[in-house]
C-alpha cells in the first residue's frame, strides 16, 4: 500500500482546488473589452472544454456568444470556426476587433464534402444546432474534424424540435453514449451565461394581426386533396406534401401557387417514371427540379432506379391522374376567390403606420412570400427585399452589405444614410434570421408562422441585442382563416415551445394568446434539465 506524505496530500488538495475554480479570463479581446459576465462565462466553458472535450454554449441571443468563442480560441493553435456561408463577413469582422484570426470553413463546404487543408487546435462551430441530424454530410464530416479535438458549439436555440436534437449535438465531442443519457446529464454539457441584466431591450408581449379577409374554402379544397402517389419507399410523404400546402397558404397566395407547382411536378415525376416500369424514391423526387414556371418533362424517369410491377403502375398513374384533377379544381378555386396577400399588406402598411419613425424587419419562411409583399410594396418610401438570391430596393439591386448598411447603419458601423436612402422596412427570408446584429430596428413582424418554432425567437434576437432600443415590438400577421384552425396552429406551436421550454428553460414571450389576452410561449435556452423525446 502506497503511503502518502503531506507533500502528497498538499499537492494533491492543490490538483483538486485549480480544477474547481475557473481559469483567469483577461477582460481584454483586441479591442473588444469583455463584460464580467462574459468573462465569468469564457472561465466556465474553459473548465467544461477541460473535463469533457467538448461543450455547448447555449446563451441567449445578443448576450455576445461570438466573443465568448473568440477569448476560448484565443488559446488554440490553429482555430478553426465552423459557421453558414451567410455569417462569414459577421466572424471576420469580429475576428479583426478580437485580434484573433481563425481558420474558418462553410457549413455548406462540409456538406459539400470540403474539409480543412490543415489541422487545428479547436474547433468552433456557430449556429450548431444545423448539427442535429446524424444523417446529414455535414455532420459525419464535423465528426470526423473534431475527433480528440476541444469542440465548443454555439446555439442559442440547440434544442429545435426533441430532446434527440440536443443529443446529436453532444454526441459530436461526447460520442454515441449521448443518446442514453438522462436530461440531467445532458445537461451537464451545456453552458449558460449569467442572467443579470446586460441592457437588452425589453420584448413586449407579442401580438396577433388578423388581415380582413377569409380565405378558409381555399384551405377546406386543400385539406380535401386525396392522398397524392407515393414513392417507392412510401413514408408519410402524402402527409408532409399536404401539410406544405396548408403553410404555404399561411403565409401568401403567392407561395401557396409556387406550392403547387411544386406538387404538380412530384406527381409528374411520378407519372413519367411509371410510363417507363419504374418509380421514384423520395430521394429521387428530391433531386429532380422543375423549370421555373413550367413542369420539365422527360427527365425524372432517368433518375428512377425502382422497377414497379404492372399492378403497382396502374394504382400509381389512378393516383396521379386523380392528384392532377383536384389540383385543377383546387386552381379554379384560387382564382375565383380574392387574393388575401392584398389584405395582408394592408396589415404591414398599418404596422408600419402605427411605429413611425421605427425600423421595421419583417420574416418569411417563403422566398415567394417576400417578393409579393416588395413587389405591392416597393412604391413606398424606404422598403427593401432580402433573400438567398435578391437584394433589392425600389430602383433596383444593391450588393447584400450595401442593403444592411442602409437599414441597420450603427449595427453595421456605417454612416446614417442620407433620408432618401433609408431603408426603414427590410423585408426578409429566414436567412437573416441568424447571426445577424440589427438592432436599429424595433419592431419585428412574423408574416408567417415558421414551422420551426424556435425560428421566432430568433427572428426577434436579430434586434433584441446591446445598443438597441428600450423596447422590442413583435407583431404575426395571422393566417386568413377560422378561429378553430389558428387556434390549432397555435396549440401545435405551443406544444413545441413547451416541450422546448421545460427542456432547457425559458426566454423570449413570441406567440401570444388567441383568447383571453396575452400568454407567454417561450422558445430560447435555459437552465432546466432536459425532458425527453417530443411527437
Known amino acids: 500500500m502506497v503511503r502518502l506524505t503531506e507533500l502528497h496530500l498538499r499537492a494533491t488538495r492543490a490538483a483538486i482546488a485549480a480544477a474547481c475554480v475557473p481559469p483567469p479570463v483577461d477582460a481584454q479581446l483586441g479591442s473588444i473589452t469583455l463584460r464580467d459576465d462574459q468573462r465569468a462565462t469564457t472561465a466556465r466553458v474553459a473548465m467544461a472544454l477541460a473535463r469533457n472535450g467538448g461543450c455547448l454554449l447555449a446563451d441567449d441571443v445578443g448576450r455576445g456568444k461570438t466573443y465568448v468563442a473568440l477569448a476560448i480560441a484565443r488559446r488554440w493553435r490553429r482555430p478553426l470556426v465552423v459557421v453558414p456561408a451567410a455569417l462569414r463577413a459577421t466572424w471576420d469582422d469580429a475576428m479583426r476587433r478580437a485580434g484573433v484570426p481563425c481558420a474558418m470553413i462553410s457549413h455548406e463546404a462540409l456538406s459539400r464534402g470540403r474539409m480543412p487543408s490543415l489541422p487545428c487546435g479547436g474547433i468552433v462551430v456557430d449556429e450548431s444546432h444545423h448539427f ?174 425502382t422497377a414497379t ?102 449595427a453595421l458601423g456605417a454612416a446614417e444614410p442620407a433620408e432618401l436612402e433609408r431603408v426603414t422596412l427590410l423585408i426578409a427570408t429566414d436567412l437573416l434570421s441568424e447571426g445577424m446584429n440589427l438592432q436599429d430596428a424595433s419592431v419585428v413582424v412574423h408574416l408567417d408562422l415558421p414551422w420551426n418554432p424556435a425560428r421566432l425567437a430568433q427572428r426577434v434576437g436579430r434586434v433584441r441585442r446591446p445598443g438597441g432600443g428600450a423596447v422590442v415590438q413583435a407583431y404575426l400577421i395571422a393566417p386568413p382563416a377560422r378561429g378553430e384552425v389558428l387556434l390549432e396552429l397555435e396549440r401545435r406551436l405551443r406544444r413545441k415551445l413547451a416541450d422546448a421550454a421545460h427542456a432547457i428553460g425559458r426566454g423570449i414571450d413570441v406567440v401570444p394568446r388567441l383568447t383571453g389576452g396575452i400568454e407567454s410561449a417561450s422558445v430560447d435556452v435555459g437552465r432546466a434539465a432536459l425532458i425527453g423525446e417530443t411527437s
Open 309 to 410: 410491377d404492372a399492378e403497382n403502375a396502374v394504382e400509381l398513374a389512378g393516383a396521379v391522374a386523380r392528384e392532377h384533377e383536384a389540383l385543377t379544381r383546387l386552381e379554379g378555386g384560387i382564382t375565383a376567390t380574392a387574393d388575401p396577400d392584398d389584405a395582408r399588406v394592408d396589415a404591414l402598411r398599418r404596422l408600419r403606420a402605427a411605429h413611425p419613425g421605427e425600423r421595421v424587419l419583417a420574416f418569411t419562411e417563403f422566398a415567394g412570400s417576400a417578393r409579393a409583399y416588395f413587389a405591392r410594396m416597393r412604391g413606398d418610401p424606404g422598403v427593401a427585399l432580402l433573400t438567398a438570391t435578391d437584394a433589392h430596393i425600389a430602383s433596383g439591386r444593391l450588393p447584400r452589405r450595401a442593403l444592411l448598411e442602409r437599414f441597420a447603419p450603427s
Open 132 to 305: 442535429r441530424s446524424m444523417r446529414a454530410r455535414r455532420y459525419a464530416a464535423l465528426a470526423s474534424l473534431a475527433s480528440g479535438t476541444p469542440l465548443l458549439l454555439l446555439s442559442a436555440t440547440p434544442l429545435q424540435n426533441r430532446r434527440q436534437d440536443l443529443a446529436a449535438q453532444i454526441a459530436l465531442f461526447h460520442g454515441a453514449r449521448a443518446f442514453t443519457l438522462d436530461d440531467a446529464a445532458l445537461a451537464t454539457f451545456v453552458v449558460r451565461g449569467a442572467s443579470d441584466d446586460i441592457g437588452l431591450p425589453t420584448v413586449a408581449a407579442p401580438v396577433w394581426v388578423h388581415p380582413s379577409v377569409d380565405d378558409g374554402a381555399v384551405l377546406d379544397a386543400i385539406l380535401a386533396l386525396p392522398s397524392p402517389a407515393r414513392p417507392a419507399d412510401g413514408g408519410d410523404a402524402g402527409v408532409l406534401r399536404t401539410i406544405g400546402l396548408v403553410r404555404a397558404w399561411a403565409s401568401t397566395r403567392a407561395a401557396l401557387t409556387a406550392a403547387i407547382l411544386r406538387r404538380r411536378r412530384i406527381a409528374a415525376a411520378i407519372e413519367q417514371s411509371v410510363v417507363v416500369g419504374r418509380v421514384p424514391t423520395r430521394r429521387d423526387l428530391s433531386a429532380w427540379t422543375g423549370a421555373e414556371d413550367a413542369i420539365q418533362l422527360g427527365f425524372a424517369s432517368l433518375l428512377a432506379t
